[in-house]
C-alpha cells in the first residue's frame, strides 16, 4: 500500500496492493475509488448497485447512480428549448427527450412526438 498526504494528514490518496485506488479526504470516509479492473466507485465502496446509494461506473459496462427516497438524476437545460436527453443505438440518434415552447417534448424514429 502506497499512501500520498494533502494538505492536512487526514486527506489521503491510498493505492492498495491489489491495484485499486481509494480517496478519503477526511481519512475515514470513502468518497471515490477506482478498482483494479477499471470500474469507478463514488460515495460507496459497494459493487451491489441495487442495495446502496452512490454512483458506479463499470469499465465497458454501465454507468448506475442509485439514491434512497430522491430523484437520482437531474438534469438542467439553460436558455433556449432543445435537447436535454438523446438516445441513441449504435451512433445514430433514435430518440430524445427535451422542452418545445417550455414544455416536456418527446421525440422517437421519423420525429413521431408523444
Known amino acids: 500500500m502506497v499512501q500520498a498526504f494533502g494538505l492536512s494528514t487526514t486527506e489521503r490518496m491510498r493505492l492498495n496492493a491489489d491495484g485499486s485506488c481509494r480517496w478519503t479526504p477526511d481519512g475515514t470516509t470513502h468518497d471515490m475509488t477506482l478498482t483494479a479492473d477499471g470500474n469507478l466507485l463514488v460515495g460507496t465502496t459497494n459493487t451491489t448497485w441495487n ?11 454501465a454507468l448506475i447512480v442509485t439514491r434512497n427516497a430522491d430523484a437520482p438524476l437531474f438534469l438542467n437545460r439553460l436558455s433556449n ?30 420525429n413521431n412526438s408523444g
Not at 51 to 61: I, K, Q, V
Not at 104 to 109: H, M
Open 51 to 61: 442495495t446502496a446509494e452512490g454512483l458506479r461506473y463499470f469499465n465497458g459496462d
Open 81 to 110: 428549448d432543445g435537447s436535454i436527453a438523446e438516445f441513441t443505438k449504435d451512433g445514430t440518434t433514435v430518440g430524445s427527450i427535451g422542452t418545445s415552447g417550455g414544455k416536456l417534448d418527446i421525440d422517437g424514429p421519423a
